[in-house]
């Protein structure tokens, strides 16, 4: 295929999953749920739907191996200009709020959604199934599921309480600051994770090295865009600074990921770095941009995963993945807010909320995945966590607040007064 038809059928093929990303977004609105579970759902069935309808070697000819891989690198970078803006807005986020319940809910939310983490990674190493099990080290594979089940969807969680009205609320200030620090230590593991997966000391010193060097760029990067002459040209000319800035973080952290180090993990400390003020529209516009090519990420995910044979998955993997998933971020962010003094009901939104995850799970799912460190099967086990508990927070929400118009007592009283 010339250069003139590749380049052709990917924009066709690109406007057709941009338009299966609206469809999607669209059916999810009168459900009640966030558009990027509409997106996930579709975009990931639509290429085995696709495969099973029209044949293999038919949809192949649609879609052959050279638009395919375009479609994955447009995929990558439009994660990585998401992710900047999704650490920028965490980034932003936490400077916005501090307080005694924040931080223990934080604390709720991590430590036991880790120990269920462990839990689950503690189950499949027993079972010893090497197809779900995978070849990682131990150490890398028991990290990676905790980060796994302990991570919250920061940017799904902001609109589910925009669309709630909830943003302004004691529940979605403290739920909202504690899913940004839940999350920047589970970007912490997670490079840990990765580092360790080498399994040797060389592999790990090269891993700690690349991650030296990201976050020398990022601190680097932060204070450039602090300087006068930064602060005028994103004020005067946001554009090309946007393109510009873009740029160079595709360049940089790509650079990265050929090297070893998953280019999301590099996005995350690069808009952590990057300071609030006048580069935040050019972030934004950077945000907007990566969150309009995503769904091409779940069509290739869908593409990679549920077209390979599922039948080394134990349907034991997903209930466990699930239910150990909901135990730890509901039972441990609901107490958490109850030791800093909040209501039951105000208590149980928190611990709902903090179990959103979304967009962000799948990123992190897709460095396991890609680094090596989750097998197919654990993969997609984790994704179905991942929808399923996001799903359900709507619903969850809408209980509670039924049970509290209709009256239902709280159990006890709150324990303390602090409401930050």
């Given amino acids: 295929m010339t250069v003139l038809l590749t380049i052709g059928h990917t924009a066709v093929t690109l406007g057709v999953v941009l338009l299966i990303g609206a469809l999607g977004r669209a059916v999810a609105r009168p459900l009640r749920q966030p558009g990027v579970i509409g997106e996930t759902v579709l975009g990931l069935l639509v290429g085995p739907l696709a495969v099973a309808l029209l044949g293999a070697d038919t949809f192949h000819l649609l879609l052959p191996d050279d638009v395919r891989d375009v479609l994955r690198q447009i995929a990558t970078g439009s994660l990585v200009l998401y992710l900047v803006g999704v650490a920028h807005h965490m980034r932003h986020t936490a400077g916005r709020s501090r307080g005694r319940t924040t931080g223990l809910v934080a604390v709720g939310a991590l430590l036991p959604a880790l120990a269920a983490g462990f839990l689950l990674a503690g189950w499949v190493l027993v079972e010893g199934d090497p197809a779900v099990r995978g070849s990682a080290p131990t150490a890398a594979f028991v990290l990676m599921v905790a980060t796994s089940l302990a991570i919250t969807a920061v940017p799904v969680m902001a609109r589910i309480l925009a669309e709630r009205g909830m943003t302004g ?12 620090v839940t999350d ?6 997670l ?38 002459v930064a602060r005028r040209v994103c004020a005067r000319a946001p554009k090309t600074a946007a393109v510009t800035l873009g740029a160079v973080i595709l360049a940089v952290t790509l650079s990265g990921e050929r090297l070893g180090l998953p280019a999301m993990i590099s996005a995350a400390a690069i808009g952590l770095a990057v300071p609030t003020g006048e580069p935040a529209p050019v972030v934004g516009t950077l945000h907007r941009v990566g969150r309009l090519f995503v769904p091409t990420f779940f069509v290739v995910t869908g593409l990679a995963v549920l077209t390979t044979d ?11 993945a699930t239910v ?22 105000t208590a149980a939104r928190i611990g709902v909320l903090m179990n959103t995850r979304g967009l962000t799970e799948l990123i992190v799912l897709q460095v396991g995945y890609g680094t090596g460190i989750l097998t197919t099967p654990m993969f997609l086990a984790l994704i179905v966590m991942a929808v399923v508990t996001t799903m359900a927070t ?23 007064s602090d409401t930050r």
């Fill in 169 to 180: 609320t004691p529940a979605g200030r403290i739920a909202l600051v504690s899913a940004v």
């Fill in 184 to 189: 920047a230590v589970c970007w912490l593991v």
């Fill in 191 to 228: 490079s840990v994770a990765v580092a360790l997966h080498s399994g040797n000391l060389n592999g790990f010193l090269q891993s700690i090295g690349l991650l030296s060097g990201i976050g020398l760029f990022a601190v680097v990067t932060g204070r450039v865009l602090r300087t006068a």
């Fill in 310 to 320: 599922l039948g080394a998955t134990p349907w034991a993997l997903f209930a466990i």
């Fill in 324 to 345: 150990l998933a909901v135990g730890g971020k509901v039972a441990g962010g609901y107490l958490g807010a109850r030791l800093g003094g909040q209501s039951p009901a």
């Fill in 394 to 416: 709507g619903p969850l929400l809408m209980l509670i607040d039924h049970r509290e118009i209709a009256g239902v007592p709280p159990s006890r009283p709150a324990l303390g």
